[in-house]
Nanobody, 115 residues
Framework: QVQLVESGGGLVQAGGSLRLSCVAS????????MGWYRQAPGKQREPVAA???????NYADSVKGRFTISSDNAKNTVYLQMNSLKPEDTAVYYC?????????WGQGTQVTVSS
């Protein structure tokens, strides 16, 4: 089992930056895939970025070049650095981990980008 706690969301103007953090209740050293998802009002939850234990990262096309996912194993934390934010990035952002045989989610953190 693992508990996930996100933080770092807030209100920012378009073009601004935020860094989200996801702290896990256990070591993430052997967790092969951790990621960030987001859900905007009236829309389905969608993947944003993911990182493997080897440090390989994948991004949704809509955030490539603007968002960066990283991890700090010593702090059991995964980060999402979000730059050049756009109003369409407004959503609740969730951290997700898959530990066989199930996935775990954090409670989410709200990101609001004003135009």
């Amino acid at each position: 089992q693992v508990q996930l706690v996100e933080s770092g969301g807030g209100l920012v103007q378009a073009g601004g930056s935020l860094r989200l953090s996801c702290v896990a209740s256990r070591s993430i050293l052997n967790i092969n895939n951790m990621g960030w998802y987001r859900q905007a009002p009236g829309k389905q939850r969608e993947p944003v970025a993911a990182i493997s234990t080897g440090g390989m990262a994948n991004y949704a096309d809509s955030v490539k070049g603007r968002f960066t996912i990283s991890s700090d194993n010593a702090k059991n934390t995964v980060y999402l650095q979000m730059n050049s934010l756009k109003p369409e990035d407004t959503a609740v952002y969730y951290c997700r981990v898959y530990l066989y045989p199930r996935e775990y989610w954090g409670q989410g953190t709200q990101v609001t980008v004003s135009s």
